[in-house]
Structures are given as structure tokens and as C-alpha cells.
């Protein structure tokens, strides 16, 4: 099934959401290397913007820091913020913890979700749906099962899933089902999706896109990051940025995506005259 774009007079995802805007300003990001003692800048002036009611993807080779890019957004602890910033709707949350910017609506879809024994999925999701409620507007329990419910049929996911601790001895398919479900019951503003079609067959790539298409419309955005073009045949993106050497070295709509699939991300340096070494690890 062909992905879709949005389509403004179509709202696919429940309730009513303020548009939101979430901005990089020349984002230069370092780690420190724990056993070497050094520091190394990964991000190096990145710029981004994107609103509500778009999908972004940003494509790039290993060892551009697309990943740093995600969880710096949303405040990881150990990545370094030398220079630059990040708004959500013109506030700067660099300040802010992770709890923080999920409640603002935020959301990160890992790319190594972390198991979590003792807690179930279904005590999770309903714990998250609230913690962005305020106490007189908390989900009921009829509501969250109807609505786990419809998801869990939307994603080709059995109940039984809901009973099981988060993540553990989750197949890795499993797991990335299992954020996009997250995604779907908590309707986050904007979604930052960090390789969500790592190690995914064909059926569960569709099934995955599935979820994120479900969720298109004026009160969502997201922004993919993915090294291939496949994805993007499924979830097909309104702007795309490419990464290298950890800054955003070309924009474009879904052709560019296309065309990187066809002439590799070589090609695409040498077009645009870059003197950047293509690494094998990403950051």
C-alpha cells in the first residue's frame, strides 16, 4: 500500500490540539568519551523547523549524528549542548527535563527501546496517557480499553501483548510495533521516530507505516529518521533533510529521498562539493 500525504480537510487522529512548532537553531552537540577522557562535537550547526500537520525525514549515512540529533531534542543525559537551542512553541527546553518535554508533547519512538520488568504495557500506556492530563481529566478506564482496543487491531497486535512487562522478550519487531502503539494511545504533538524500520520485514514495515499514517493530520507531526528510502515509500514524507558530518546539508521534498536511493549518499557529497569522510558508526 502506497504511502499518503496529508491532506488538510482529513483529521485521522482523535481530539482537538493546539498547532505546534518545534525549532533548531544552530545545534552544536559534544560527547565526552568516558575512557579517552575527550570530547567530541557530533552535531555542528544543525537547523531544523517543523510544525504540526507535517512529516519530516531525515536521511544520512552512518556517523552523522542523526541519532544525537533525536535524543538531544529530548534530553538524553550525556550530550552536551555547547551552542544553539531547541524551541517547542517558541520556548527554549533545553532546561527542561525529559518528563518535562513529553508532557509538553514530545515524543521519541527509540531506535533500542529499553525492556522494563515489573511494569506491563498496558499500566504503562495508561500512566503516559494521563501524566498529560491534568487530575479532573484523567482517562477512564472504559475509555483507554476501547481505545487500546482499536489500536491494537489498527497494528495487527494480539491483547496478550498488554499483559506482558514492557519490551521484555520482545522480539525486535515486536518492539517497534510496540512504540508505535505507544504513539497512538499517548497522540503526542510532534514525534520524532528514530529508525522505526530497523530489522522489519516487509509485512510489519507496512503494518508500522500503517500506525503512522493513522496519525496524520493538522494536530501531529513527526520526524522520521532512516537511512533507507523504503520506508518513505509507505510513510511518505512532506520535506526531507539530508545529514552529513553532523550538520543538514540539503533540503527537499520526497524526489530527494529517490534520489539518494539511486545515487547513493557519495554521489550526493560529491555533487555538492563536500570534503566529509563517510563513516560506518553512527552517532
Do not use: C, W
Not at 479532573?136 to 472504559?142: A, F, G, K, R
Not at 505507544?182 to 522489519?200: N, V
Amino acid at each position: 500500500m502506497p504511502g499518503l500525504r496529508y491532506n488538510k480537510e482529513q483529521k485521522l487522529n482523535e481530539g482537538s490540539i493546539e498547532m505546534a512548532k518545534l525549532e533548531v537553531r544552530d545545534l552544536h552537540v559534544s560527547v565526552k568519551d568516558e575512557e579517552s577522557k575527550s570530547t567530541k562535537e557530533i552535531l555542528k550547526g544543525v537547523n531544523l523547523t517543523m510544525q504540526t500537520g507535517e512529516i519530516h525525514a531525515i536521511m544520512g549515512p552512518n556517523g552523522t549524528g542523526k541519532s544525537t540529533l533525536s535524543e538531544t531534542i529530548m534530553g538524553k543525559s550525556g550530550y552536551h549542548v555547547t551552542q544553539g537551542d531547541i524551541l517547542l512553541d517558541g520556548q527554549s527546553i533545553l532546561d527542561m527535563p525529559v518528563d518535562e518535554r513529553a508532557r509538553r508533547g514530545l515524543f521519541l519512538a527509540m531506535q533500542y527501546p529499553a525492556e522494563v520488568p515489573g511494569v506491563t504495557n498496558a499500566e504503562f500506556l495508561r500512566v503516559a496517557i494521563n501524566a498529560r492530563r491534568d487530575q479532573d481529566h484523567q482517562i477512564s478506564v472504559m475509555d483507554f480499553l476501547q481505545k487500546l482496543d482499536r489500536n491494537l487491531s489498527l497494528l495487527d497486535m494480539k491483547e496478550s501483548m498488554t499483559e506482558r512487562y514492557l519490551n521484555e522478550g520482545f522480539s525486535g519487531g515486536e518492539k517497534k510495533r510496540n512504540e508505535i502503539l505507544q504513539l497512538l494511545m499517548i497522540e503526542p504533538k510532534i514525534a520524532i521516530l528514530d529508525e522505526i524500520d530497523s530489522g522489519l520485514d516487509i509485512d510489519a514495515l507496512k503494518v508500522v507505516s500503517k500506525g503512522v499514517n493513522s496519525m496524520r493530520g493538522k494536530d501531529f507531526g513527526a520526524l522520521i529518521i532512516t537511512h533507507y528510502q523504503r520506508l518513505l515509500n509507505y510513510i511518505v514524507p512532506d520535506t526531507v533533510h539530508v545529514m552529513m558530518d553532523g550538520r543538514i546539508v540539503k533540503n527537499g521534498g520526497p524526489e530527494l529521498a529517490k534520489k539518494l536511493e539511486a545515487e547513493g549518499y557519495t554521489g550526493l557529497r560529491d555533487e555538492l562539493g563536500l570534503d566529509i569522510p563517510l563513516v560506518d558508526d553512527d552517532q
